[in-house]
């Protein structure tokens, strides 16, 4: 029996690399990019492996540090689009800067997919090993952020992508939708595996999952270790995956990852071992809402 178009769409994964975080560095991993060429770099070797979308935050080009503002921003996407034409979705996450120079570079850049932290949170990392917290932070986004950042994101065409690291989080849509600074379909992105967040386990993502509207679409992002055990569940479940060197160095138990690209390569090739292919640019576009003319 010949499959229906809407059912060969919902077997397309969406994969999404974060390819660079905020927080990860060469000392960790020789192979995170830092300046908008070897960001742009590394969105073609993800977008050549199976990759839709590209979540980037900025870096220093010299440090490696965190880099923020409109002027970098531009750099990086400009630098993405002479490669490639995967889809951008750039960070808005910060920690202590208000909310103003967060969003500064959305109104400027106009990426296609922005993300938006939904809510405040002890963000920590523990090292058993250590006996210690390798950070321990208070990751605070209040609701009056949240909705500044909504009506931005409204005002200039940018798709939301809601990321939860909690069911609290992903709960928190009903007063959004209210308002009229949230509309649907709606696109979620289950963070797992964060201490002070919801644990790193098949459970936890399936009741994630049971907690969103109808039509909504989602995908897993799985820190550390956890983080393929956590793509074939998403895969099973019919969600989408996010892998990178963002979230986890190894593409196997201690084989470090030399790019992004073998990263997604891997998470292409679980998609279709379960019988899902990854979706193209414009398969992707259809699939969470995004206008041709966004990028």
């Known amino acids: 029996m010949h499959k229906s178009a809407e059912a060969i769409m919902k077997d397309k994964v969406v994969i999404t690399c974060a390819v660079t975080g905020v927080l990860a560095n060469r000392k960790q991993c020789p192979w995170v990019p830092y300046t908008p060429e070897e960001i742009g770099e590394e969105c073609q070797r993800a977008y050549e492996a199976g990759a839709s979308v590209c979540h980037i935050h900025a870096r220093d080009p010299d440090s490696g540090g965190p880099a923020f503002g409109p002027a970098i921003y531009q750099r990086i996407h400009d630098e993405v689009r002479k490669r490639s034409p995967v889809l951008v979705n750039f960070s808005t996450g910060a920690i202590g800067m208000p909310v103003e120079e967060k969003i500064a570079h959305i109104p400027v850049v106009r990426p296609a997919i922005a993300a938006l932290n939904m809510g405040s949170m002890n963000y920590a990392k523990y090292s058993e090993k250590r006996k210690d917290f390798v950070f321990d932070l208070l990751f605070a986004n209040p609701f009056g952020e949240i909705v500044h950042t909504l009506r931005t994101f409204q005002e200039h065409r940018v798709k939301p ?92 138990p201690g084989v470090m990852a030399k790019s992004n690209g073998e990263l997604v390569a891997k998470a292409a090739r679980m998609a279709r071992d379960v019988g899902r292919e990854p979706a193209s640019v414009a398969e992707a576009r259809k699939i969470l809402g995004i206008p041709d003319d966004r990028f």
């Open 161 to 252: 992508e809601l990321e939860c690291f909690d069911s609290g989080h992903t709960n928190s849509i009903w007063p959004l939708l209210d308002l009229g600074v949230l509309t649907p379909p709606l696109q979620f992105s289950f963070i797992l595996g964060v201490v002070g967040g919801i644990p790193a386990t098949a459970e936890a993502l399936a009741f994630q999952k049971a907690q969103i509207p109808d039509h909504s679409q989602w995908e897993v992002i799985g820190i550390s270790h956890e983080q393929w055990l956590l793509v074939a569940a998403a895969l099973s479940l019919g969600g989408n995956v996010r892998v990178g060197l963002e979230d986890n160095f190894y593409v196997a």
